[in-house]
């Protein structure tokens, strides 16, 4: 009989363990965004929690994530000996039904602008009856006898101040009302607003782990998310021609994946977070000396707009150093990019192709952030440089009397630049907005200060040596200029002019070069450059002359024009 009771002990305590090792215990677990290393588009987003794990199996539910996560890029840790067993994700469209404290007090608060009104249009109907009441018994006469003056007089007065009195009362309630109203639009929008975000799916994981003991752990969870991103912006400063150029780096960080970022540390990368897990394969590398290195013709390095809106290409001088594009194509080519770049004000945010070195980058953010879910950029200080840089300046004066600066910087490859808008500034004024265009760089990279009103350069028309003469049965026509440049600065400077010769397309066409005061000539593009190093105070002529020659009977346009808008009035 004692065995029997032994073994019966045994086997039941057995049972029990084993059904102890069987139970599942269930946690549900709601914990911010702690980091993100932010892409340009999309970001990792890391939540840490500590658990404490019973014997057994262990079902640990991660609440209030981002319904916008990649459910391949889920990646769990733990710092303890417990066993992941499985890992499943779902998006909840319930889980933000409840209420907040915020939505409830502005329904209470409708609740009560609706009752105001509801209150205001009674007294309005009250004083509406009375004044009915008052003007259906305006007829005071009796039928055996009239009314007396001073009776009617009396009525008329008592008529006449109470209508007043009530017409007055009825616009207090009409304005009242009115006031409440504006009141009552602005809580319904703002309630609308709440309820839109608060209403919004969250995502879930489940994290099922094994744990021989009851042990306390650390649990890591990350995973890849869209709707977010940055782009870099930057801001330019030179004080003078003798100093370094400062580049902040900065970028603009928005967030719209339903989950607010409060108070987290950041990381920009330029890596690709889609990337895949696979071995990577080397592709045909082609070189062509007719595009870029990304199959862009031109080397357009940067490109702007003024401050006032409109183009400018003197801020990039792509003919100076032997770019492909004309003045005109590069300033529609600048604002397109610079427009691109920027965040739309409807809360949208535009996208566009940018090229990054096939080496990543990544920057990490000393100051901790917040980011709402609002799709609004937010600006984040990255880093800034002090770099040494040569300043030169560059003037197309048959396009823009003004001389423009530019500094120039070698070892730029080194700082990890992305390209994107800059604000430029110079000797402590705002200059304009520019576009540093890395993609087209190659070992220096030029930064547009905006022009120098110090440097004067100017070009007129020599009128004694233009002249209009017919031989035979051609037309030859001859232009003379004269161009003065004039260094008021007072250190030296190095600047280029550009000018340039018609290029003949026809056979019966012929363009001769007269006076080109020893400019350097390319004959594919009609360019004529002159360099010069000026002191302090020096004056540099330019004397420049060609002629035309071309069938009498044809007309050929000598000037080249450019489109501009025009008001009308009608």
């Known amino acids: 009989m004692k065995n029997i009771v032994s073994t019966l002990i045994i086997v039941f305590a057995s049972v029990l363990v084993a059904h102890s090792q069987n139970t599942e215990t269930a946690q549900e677990i709601t914990t911010p965004v702690q980091s993100a290393i932010v892409y340009l588009y999309g970001a990792e987003v890391t939540h840490s929690k500590q658990v404490t794990l019973s014997p057994g199996r262990n079902k640990i539910v991660f609440l209030g994530l981002s319904p916008k996560l990649n459910s391949k890029s889920i990646q769990v840790s733990n710092t303890g000996d417990a066993a992941i067993l499985a890992i499943s994700d779902a998006i909840n469209y319930l889980a933000n039904q409840k209420e907040s404290t915020k939505i409830k007090q502005l329904k209470d608060s409708t609740k009560y602008l609706r009752d105001a009104i509801t209150q205001l249009n009674n007294d309005k109907n009250a004083y509406g009856t009375e004044k009915e009441m008052l003007l259906k018994n305006e007829d005071i006469r009796s039928k055996e006898k009239g009314v007396a003056i001073a009776d009617l007089k009396l009525a008329a007065d008592f008529y006449r101040s109470r209508i007043k009195e009530i017409n007055g009362e009825i616009f207090k309630l009409d304005k009242k009302e ?16 709440l309820n839109a975000k608060n209403n919004q799916p969250t995502a879930e994981i489940t994290i099922l782990l094994s744990s021989a003991t009851k042990a306390t752990t650390t649990i890591d969870l990350k995973y890849i998310v869209s709707d977010c991103g940055w782009s870099p912006d930057y801001d330019l400063r030179a004080e003078d021609i003798t100093q370094p150029i400062q ?4 970028a603009k960080v928005f967030n719209n994946t339903g989950i607010d970022w409060n108070d987290i540390k950041i990381k920009l990368s330029t ?22 290195a990304y199959g862009m013709s031109g080397l357009n390095t940067l490109a702007g707009v003024s401050s006032n809106g409109e183009g400018f290409m003197g801020n990039a001088p792509v003919a100076a150093y032997d770019k492909q594009k004309t003045l005109e194509d590069n300033e529609i080519t600048a604002q397109q990019e610079i427009s691109k770049m920027q965040v739309a004000g409807n809360g949208k945010v535009q996208t566009v192709e940018i090229q990054v070195s096939e080496l990543s980058a990544e920057f990490d953010i000393k100051n901790s952030y917040t980011i709402p879910s609002d799709f609004k950029p937010y600006i984040v ?27 120039r910087i070698n070892g730029w490859e080194d700082l990890n630049l992305v390209e994107g808008p800059a604000n430029v500034y110079y000797s402590g004024t705002y200059v304009g907005q520019s576009y540093i265009n890395t993609r087209s760089a190659d070992d220096t990279l030029d930064l547009s200060l905006g022009r120098d009103n110090k440097v004067l350069v100017t070009r007129s028309k020599v009128k004694e040596y233009c002249s209009k003469k017919a031989l035979g049965s051609s037309t030859k026509e001859t232009f003379a200029y004269e161009m003065v440049i004039k260094n008021n600065r007072k250190t030296p400077i190095q600047i280029e002019v550009d000018d340039q010769l018609p290029i003949s397309l026809q056979s019966d066409i012929t363009v001769e070069a007269l006076e080109t005061s020893k400019g350097i000539y390319d004959s594919k593009t009609g360019k004529y450059a002159w360099n010069y190093a000026l002191q302090p105070g020096d004056v540099k002529k330019i ?28």
């Open 178 to 193: 009115s006031e409440i109203n504006e009141q009552l639009i602005k809580s319904d929008n703002e309630l609308l607003q």
């Open 247 to 250: 580049l902040k780096y900065r």
């Open 271 to 292: 890596a690709d977070p889609s990337q895949s897990a696979s071995k990577p394969l080397l592709t045909a590398w082609n070189l062509n000396y007719n595009t870029g």
């Open 381 to 407: 200080d990255v880093t800034e440089y002090k770099l040494p840089a040569t300043y030169q300046h560059f003037s197309v004066p048959k396009l823009d009397k003004n001389a423009f600066l530019l500094a």
């Open 543 to 570: 004397e420049f002359s060609f002629s035309v020659k071309y069938p009498k009977n044809t007309k050929l346009p000598m000037e080249k024009m450019k489109a501009h808008y025009n008001v009308r009035f009608m």
